[in-house]
């Protein structure tokens, strides 16, 4: 038993020994050298950049998808490259700070970049981290996640180095998987799949996971690089590759959907059935801007500067008409037409010869010799202000001497059967 007694004591004195540079004296031990971060057995804390911060310590920066950190390392006396270190945490932006023999550490925001902070007797020495250390890694955007359809899923992220995107199965059990880049933003064949604008200012990624002419591209735009991060590569602009406009999608009601574009050949409409399992299709275009008569449907102006989607799927004369303006052309693109806009149609005008009554036939007729009736014998006569040549004077005279004639023929008889 004294034997196992006086073992442990010399166990504990001799790693006491061991210990004291570093829980009393690490401040005061000599400065070690610049170099590699020592490395403790099953850890990975020689990972980073290494520097030092005040005699037995260190801290080794590196940078993760999380952003830029610092891990600080008590070193032993002696060799401080080799002799094994211990750490004592890991700082991050806006993290908790360290406290080690009197230091206060810290890893703060400085302008574009990061410092450590070493603060002891109220004196702070700041040590910026060296440049070049912030790298992609540290500026990856979070990751857009996108539901294409037909089982695919795409995580969509932004680094120095570009747009990517990594299509995958949404079956957690399939390997498959397809990575689309800034230098390589086409897919294969099996799917349309692309970049658009890879090296621009705001990529795009369009895909179409079901094929036919009538189902439209879906797209959507990247995140952002995160603050104080910029691309690796010069920014320019690709050229629209066909110069067709985005898709603007419009509900017409009745089951019925449009689907409008424009053009350098000029505005587009793709009329189709809400239902995916019907085949139902109308296309309208510039020169063909009427649709049949099943459903109203045009596009006023269509060679105009601002042509308009107008559509009535519901009957009746109370019922109003549906308006749509169509998308932009994209930038750098022009109509492959003279643009001319579309003249109303004229309104028509009321006819310029108007009936003329009996109340007003002599100021119509003015300058004619033949005597027009009067009270009982001209009552619903009407006489048209255009016809007043002499055929009709004449034709007019001779009923009145007609007239006249029956009146005394009747007259005559009459004296005749009394005498």
């Not at 007729?365 to 014998?377: A, D, E, F, L, R």
């Amino acid at each position: 038993m004294r034997t196992a007694l006086r073992a442990s004591v010399a166990t504990a004195v001799l790693a006491g020994a061991l210990l004291a540079p570093v829980a009393g004296t690490a401040y005061a031990a000599t400065a070690p050298k610049a170099g590699p971060a020592a490395s403790v057995a099953g850890s990975d804390h020689e990972a980073g950049t290494r520097i030092n911060i005040a005699p037995g310590f260190v801290a080794v920066v590196r940078h993760t998808a999380g952003g830029p950190e610092a891990e600080i390392l008590a070193l032993g006396s002696g060799q401080p490259d080799t002799f094994p270190t211990r750490s004592l945490g890991v700082l991050t932006p806006g993290g908790p700070s360290i406290s080690a023999n009197g230091l206060e550490l810290k890893l703060v925001k400085s302008g574009k970049g990061h410092v450590l902070t070493a603060t002891k007797d109220g004196k702070t020495q700041s040590f910026p981290l060296p440049e070049g250390t912030s790298g992609p890694a540290d500026c990856v955007s979070d990751v857009k996640k996108v539901d294409l359809g037909a089982g695919i899923l795409a995580d969509l992220t932004i680094s120095p180095k570009g747009p990517q995107v990594v299509m995958h199965s949404a079956d957690p059990s399939s390997t498959w998987s397809q990575t689309l880049t800034r230098t390589n933003p086409k897919g294969s064949d099996a799917y349309f799949a692309r970049i658009n604008n890879p090296s621009g200012a705001k990529p795009v990624f369009e895909w179409k996971t079901q094929g036919g002419p009538n189902v439209p591209s879906g797209f959507e735009t990247f995140p952002a690089l995160p603050k104080g991060c910029t691309p690796g590569y010069p920014v320019h602009d690709d050229k629209p590759a066909s110069c067709v406009s985005d898709v603007k999608k419009v509900d017409l009601g009745a089951g019925i959907l449009a689907d409008l574009t424009t053009s350098p050949k000029g505005p587009q409409v793709v009329m189709h059935s809400a239902d995916p399992s019907s085949t139902w299709s109308q296309t309208l275009t510039r020169t063909n801007p009427k649709g049949s008569d099943a459903y109203f449907a045009r596009i006023n102006n269509p060679s105009g500067a601002k042509p308009v989607f107008e559509w009535k799927t519901q009957g009746g004369p109370n019922v109003p008409s549906g308006f749509e303006t169509f998308p932009a052309l994209p930038k750098g693109c022009t109509p492959d037409y003279r643009v001319t806009e579309e003249t109303p149609a004229p309104k028509p005008e009321p006819s310029a010869t108007k009936p003329v009554t009996g109340t007003n036939v002599s100021a119509q007729t003015t300058g004619q010799t033949t005597v027009v009736p009067q009270g009982s014998v001209a009552a619903g006569a009407e006489i048209a202000s255009e016809d007043t040549d002499d055929s009709i004077t004449l034709a007019a005279g001779a009923g009145l001497l007609a007239v006249v004639a029956a009146v005394g023929a009747t007259v005559l008889r009459r004296r005749r059967s009394h005498g």
